[in-house]
């Protein structure tokens, strides 16, 4: 299992980014994939997942900070999983993970890091002026 993050960088206040997150060694739809950030010296924050049920239908949750202004997609055709970001401010400057749920089919929106088994090494994404 491997996952590998892309896309970040600078940018100016609202300005937008769309990082990448490609999967490898599994099978990406039966697996919840979500985006985390850090910023160095707090703790890893849970910003959104995406998820298939049993019976195909698509959810995907965002920490309320996110709201209305990141959408997260995947390609299965692909294997990656996507991270548009717009309007974004200064507090959002982290370091952005994906990781994998331990489990097919695992919920969305309980961002417990224990319930991911699988990280990637992380982009730096830096929203300044």
């Known amino acids: 299992v491997q996952l590998v993050e892309s896309g970040g960088g600078l940018v100016q206040p609202g300005g937008s980014l769309r990082l990448s997150c490609a999967a490898s060694?599994?099978?990406?739809?039966?697996?919840?994939i979500a985006w985390f950030r850090q910023v160095s010296g707090k703790e890893r924050e849970g910003v959104s997942c995406i998820r298939r049920s049993e019976n195909n239908i698509y959810y995907a949750d965002y920490t309320e900070s996110v709201k209305g202004r990141f959408t997260i997609s995947r390609d299965n055709d692909k294997n990656t999983v996507y991270l548009q970001m717009n309007s974004l401010k200064p507090e959002d400057t982290a370091v952005y993970y994906c990781?994998?749920?331990?489990?097919?089919?695992?919920?969305?929106?309980?961002?417990?890091?224990?319930?991911?088994?699988?990280w990637g090494q992380g982009t730096q994404v830096t929203v300044s002026s």
């Open positions: 990781a994998r749920r331990n489990e097919k089919y695992g919920q969305c929106g309980d961002y417990a890091l224990s319930k991911y088994a699988y």
């Open positions: 060694g599994f099978t990406l739809d039966f697996y919840t």
